[in-house]
């Protein structure tokens, strides 16, 4: 049986790269070290690295690299934490920290914003809704850029303003034999199609430069809740109005469990509901006509969907999924929501075993599905949506049971898939072939022998060099 062999790092090892870079290093015998470790994903929390190097800028970035080449560790890169598969750490590896590089600079005349490689949405949004301008982000603010927009970006502006990898416009990338490369539509224009949904595979982004749009500060979006009663009236008007909707407008159903926030009346916390989420770009008093449709499936717990601020939709979430949490995710691209998988996910949602257990079918289209399938990365755009088994849970013991339903509601989909799937929601790793497809996943292994033929950045949904 081979045994993984973690090499012994000395201080006077360790005291080289302490000179090297400008940002903290922090060794399991550092106070501070296991809180600086934590990761989002409390599922993947044990794992204890070498170290971890909180970079301040690229020369930190080219320095840790290099590190770990010379000393055989495995590199986990660490923008927002909010890798669902636990990539953002190892046991015995480096951990990359570009968290403190979180810096966002707007140009609002050409409408571009320069991102650091540590960002999260929350920083992003802060800067550029003081303009009025936006780009597709998460849907929980703290999760990161990075992450996020190298694996496609499915978010609430998609549908108008396309994926957050459509809006990937240039790029300052650390690769594996430690050079800084700069990529655009001009220069190494294959890698910027590569980081266009590819993942980490190719390097670390240290800096983005993304496009924006006129959005905000007010939109029309937010929630309604009905009681799981209507949950097959609900995904069949989803999907008859999803087609013919326009762009301007992004939409979601999630089949799930009523939080215990004061919007929702108290007598319905902790009961099995189903909501519809939208956001609409365009004008404000358009808005009800958008979704008129919605509010005659049933008599509603709580209708929250109206004039909202963008920077509160884009944190609606949040205090339902803080960091610590344990999460698992199972995704797959929906061909077609018809009857019978509907029967199966109202099914599921009733047998679901904690309340966060969430039924996902995102809404795609619009300007997602008019960007040409060989432009990105970005594995399928023609399906018309995307169906996400979300769970999270406190308590360990119940993680095997989530698992397995989010497994069980990935299974029921199987008959309706497209048979691809959106890497960011994958929490098992080895997807990636299936996720992309032959043509795609070929053209990423090209990519992958140029940029990093030894699978250097290997914690991701992996793309194998061929040697």
């Known amino acids: 049986m081979s045994q993984t062999i973690t090499p012994v790092l000395g201080e006077a090892t360790i005291q080289e790269l302490r000179e090297a870079v400008r940002g903290a290093i922090l060794t399991p015998s550092d106070s501070g070290y296991a809180e600086a470790v934590r990761i989002w994903n409390g599922a993947h929390d044990s794992r204890r690295p070498a170290l971890l190097v909180r970079c301040t800028g690229a020369a930190d970035v080219i320095a840790a690299v290099g590190f770990a080449l010379s000393n055989h560790l495995p590199v986990a890169v660490r923008g927002g934490g909010h890798s669902v598969a636990g990539f953002s750490t190892s046991d015995g590896g480096i951990v990359i920290d570009l968290s403190a590089m979180n810096g966002v600079r707007v140009d609002p005349e050409s409408r571009v914003a320069t991102v650091g490689g540590g960002a999260v949405w929350a920083d992003v949004d802060h800067e550029t809704q003081a303009h009025g301008l936006a780009t597709t982000g998460g849907l929980v603010s703290s999760t990161g850029v990075a992450g996020f927009t190298l694996g496609g970006g499915i978010g609430w502006l998609m549908r108008k303003h396309g994926l957050a990898c459509d809006n990937l416009i240039g790029a300052d990338v650390v690769t594996a034999d430690g050079r800084l490369v700069h990529v655009s539509e001009t220069q190494n224009a294959d890698l910027l199609w590569g980081l266009r949904g590819g993942g980490g595979n190719f390097g670390i982004v240290t800096q983005f430069e ?43 159903v999630n089949l799930t469990t009523a939080p215990p926030l004061p919007v929702i009346p108290e007598e319905w916390h902790g009961k099995k509901v189903a909501a519809f989420i939208a956001v609409s770009t365009g004008p404000i008093d358009a808005g009800d006509a958008l979704v008129r ?34 999460a698992y995710f199972k995704a797959t691209n929906l061909a077609r929501l018809d009857e019978a998988l509907i029967d199966q996910l109202v099914d599921l949602h009733l047998d679901a075993p904690g309340p966060q257990c969430e039924i996902h079918v ?39 049971a989530h698992e397995d339903w989010a497994r069980a509601v990935n299974a029921a989909a199987e008959p309706a898939s497209t048979g691809r799937a959106y890497v960011n929601f994958l929490s098992d790793p080895g997807g990636a072939r299936a996720a992309y497809g032959p043509s795609t996943y070929d053209r990423l292994v090209a990519l992958k022998d140029e940029f990093d033929p030894s699978n250097v950045f290997a914690l991701n949904q992996n793309i194998a060099p061929n040697a």
């Open 293 to 326: 449709e919605f509010r005659n499936v049933a008599t509603p717990i709580a209708d929250l969907l109206g004039p909202m601020p963008y920077n509160v939709i884009q944190t609606l979430i949040d205090p339902l999924w803080p960091k610590g949490i344990n």
């Open 362 to 400: 995102h809404q795609m289209g619009g300007s997602v599905s008019r960007v040409p399938e060989d432009a990105t990365a970005f594995a399928e755009r023609s399906m018309p949506y995307v169906l996400n088994a979300v769970t999270g849970w406190h308590d360990a013991a119940e993680g095997q």
């Open 210 to 252: 993304v496009r924006l749009h006129s959005v905000g500060p007010v939109v029309y979006a937010g929630p309604i809740f009905y009681s799981a009663d209507a949950d097959r009236d609900l995904l069949q008007v989803f999907r008859e109005w999803a087609p013919e909707a326009p762009d301007q407008i992004t939409g979601l």
